[in-house]
């Protein structure tokens, strides 16, 4: 596949007639709206700076400076959190490459993770959930001589990404790499199959096994990287087949509050199933028999958004500002860690839920950044927003939980670069598991496809990219050639017309004019196909 970028940068003018939507004024799309700073790229880009700085310190500054490995919690500074340091890891590649973290800091934390991981307690390979700085595994419920190949599987992640990016000639990167092979190769992931079911927990002293990895969920990367692993320790391409999409996998045809859902429970679960398989693997390029991922992570959150809007109790008082359920902290009188979703909800809110799906809604997450940005301020502190807050009462918890605080920094840089989606996807063992998988690249996609309009709109809000200060929007040309893009008012009236040159395959298409009246509703029309926008 080709993608080619198609700079439109345009004048024309603006009819001020438009049909009418719903939602709040911002998305309605038929107010009469003075063009605004709200939104403005600078602003946006600055916040976004903020959050992703206070999120690599997190990683760097407030891990344990020995080891290298974050700890699972700001208020626990005894034990060391797994899979989160996995997904942490990305986070020092984002500071590197931000410039904010020096590159031979980066690489030599990273080759503390690994030293410590190579002489801390494994199991048959795997690694332990929590640990303590000494290496030893610190129980994570009933896990006293346990692996968990799911924090495994977060884990290699982060290392095997960082291989891609730390692939420089010096001591610390080669000896970075030289230990990242070392443990993927010792690691049997099949230790954790027993009668063809792939296991979450394989318990060494005991030789039992827990929790079967059964999709949907968040742990289809343990599957991507196991069926990669050296001969003899990968995970069988048929308990992919048979475990992983075995059991009701699959609802072909759908559909939540109009968003089609294939995978998952029917209001699709907390968000961090869109999430943490997913800060690596790009879901843009992720297709097979049964869905397009990139639709099934952003329809979730769509269908997450849409049922904190208008579903939930009204005391609970959520708004397009405050929504987003996923695993949290609780706050207040609700303090307890909970799994919460659209089917189990009790008022509190996770800035990481709305923040991390930054790629599939921009627009809607970031109406959530700029609200906790100026109306939460004790929930923005040292390093960022903290675990959980709660819109009826104004309370917050600001603990930061590793797990949760990771995703932000990388899926913000994910909508912002796509680094983090690069440098894993050009791996040769994610490449060879995904392969295995039946995972392609989309090729039976056309149009705005990456684009959901709001079901309760028919609209697609967009705004300008903080960092190329223009509207972007993905286009997937059969044939690309010659073709012209028009924005027309309700009316049918043409404000803007403009000859690109497509490639045949993904196009990203920018276009933006200073004069162009925002929080209005357009026609935006290439080739055959069309899509319904607001600009902000």
């Not at 742990?219 to 999409?245: F, K």
């Not at 009790?346 to 970031?366: E, K």
């Not at 010659?482 to 043409?494: D, F």
Request: proline share 3%; aromatic share 12%; charged share 20%.
């Amino acid at each position: 596949m080709r993608m080619k970028m198609i700079n439109a940068i345009m004048s024309f003018a603006v009819v001020a007639s438009m049909a009418g939507c719903v939602e709040d004024l911002s998305t309605t799309g038929d107010e009469f709206m003075e063009n605004d700073n709200t939104y403005a790229p600078a602003k946006i880009r600055n916040i976004m700076d903020e959050h992703e700085i206070k999120s690599v310190r997190f990683f760097t500054e407030g891990a344990n400076q020995e080891t290298g490995m974050a700890y699972n919690s700001s208020l626990d500074k005894q034990t060391l959190t797994t899979g989160a340091s996995g997904m942490g890891v990305m986070n020092i590649i984002i500071g590197v490459e931000r410039g904010w973290l020096s590159r031979e800091a980066g690489a030599e934390q990273v080759a503390k993770i690994t030293r410590f991981l190579k002489t801390a307690d494994k199991f048959d390979g795997s690694f332990a959930h929590w640990y303590s700085p000494q290496g030893k595994i610190i129980a994570f419920g009933n896990q006293n001589q346990a692996g968990e190949i799911v924090e495994t599987a977060f884990m290699m992640g982060g290392l095997l990404t960082a291989c891609e990016y730390f692939n420089q000639e010096n001591d610390i990167e080669i000896e970075l790499r030289k230990n990242t092979e070392e443990l993927w190769n010792n690691i049997n992931w099949r230790r954790f199959i027993k009668d063809g079911m792939l296991y979450w927990i394989w318990h060494q002293d005991e030789d039992r096994y827990e929790l079967p990895v059964v999709g949907w969920n968040e742990t289809l990367l343990v599957y991507i990287l196991g069926m990669a692993a050296p001969e003899g320790h990968n995970i069988p391409v048929d308990v992919y087949n048979n475990c992983w999409q075995g059991y009701n996998f699959c609802h072909k045809g759908r559909q939540t509050y109009g968003y089609s859902l294939p995978l998952g429970s029917d209001k699709g679960g907390p968000l961090f199933l869109a999430h943490y398989s997913f800060l690596g693997l790009d879901p843009k390029r992720m297709e097979d028999k049964y869905c397009f991922y990139w639709r099934q992570n952003q329809n979730h959150t769509m269908i997450n958004r849409h049922y904190c809007l208008y579903e939930a109790p009204k005391e609970y008082n959520y708004n397009e500002s405050d929504w987003g359920l996923t695993a949290c902290s609780g706050v207040g009188e609700e303090s307890g860690y909970l799994s919460r979703d659209p089917e189990y909800d009790d008022g509190v809110l996770a800035p990481t839920a709305a923040l991390s799906s930054m790629p599939y809604t921009p627009f809607y997450s970031t109406q959530v950044l700029l609200n906790l940005q100026y109306n939460y301020a004790k929930l923005n502190g040292k390093y960022g927003f903290g675990v959980a807050y709660r819109p009826a009462k104004k309370e917050v918890n600001v603990e930061y939980l590793a797990m949760e605080h990771a995703p932000m920094a990388v899926m913000f840089e994910n909508y912002r670069s796509g680094l983090i989606w690069n440098l894993m996807m050009r791996n040769e063992h994610v490449r060879k598991g995904l392969q295995l998988a039946g995972i392609t690249e989309p090729a039976g996609q056309t149009g705005f496809y990456t684009s959901v309009v709001n079901s309760q709109t028919g609209c697609y809000d967009m705004m300008r990219h903080p960092d190329r200060e223009c509207y972007e929007i993905d286009y997937y040309s059969r044939t690309g050639g010659n073709a012209m893009l028009r924005l027309t008012t309700s009316s049918g009236e043409t404000v803007m017309s403009k000859s690109l040159e497509l490639s045949s395959g993904v196009n990203t298409v920018q276009f933006y004019d200073p004069n162009v009246m925002r929080n209005r509703k357009y026609t935006l029309t290439l080739e055959s196909s069309s899509i319904n926008v607001i600009l902000h």
